[in-house]
């Protein structure tokens, strides 16, 4: 797992340049795992890592921040996952919660 190892002023700069180094799924975050949205496949926490993570702060709204995941899981499916602070909510599961707040 790698941290920020780029500069990305914008979210879309983030997931263009992650699109480009072969992250082209989109993925979703479930309870229990992510979902990739063009195949339906579901990686549950022992079936993915995160190669790294972007944060981004709203800047005309403090409210407004997000984490862009690099994603390579089973089966060499690399995505990106997209999620607002605080998506660490009680309809998480613990092993989702802990597989990426690890990464803070």
């Known amino acids: ?6 500069n990305y002023d914008t ?5 263009s340049g992650l699109r480009q180094e072969g992250y082209t799924e ?4 479930k309870p229990h ?3 990739c949205t063009t195949s339906k496949l579901e990686l549950y926490p022992e ?8 944060r981004f702060e709203g800047m005309s709204n403090p409210d407004d921040n997000s ?7 089973k089966g060499g499916i690399k995505g990106v996952l997209v999620d607002a602070y605080g998506a660490y909510s009680e309809s998480l599961s613990e092993a ?9």
């Open 1 to 6: 797992m790698h941290k920020e190892n780029r």
């Open 11 to 15: 979210l879309s700069e983030a997931i």
């Open 26 to 29: 989109d993925l979703n975050l």
């Open 33 to 35: 795992c992510l979902e």
């Open 47 to 54: 079936d993915f890592q995160v190669d790294a993570f972007y």
């Open 67 to 73: 984490i862009v995941y690099a994603i390579s899981g």
């Open 96 to 104: 989702m919660i802990h597989k990426l707040k690890v990464q803070h």
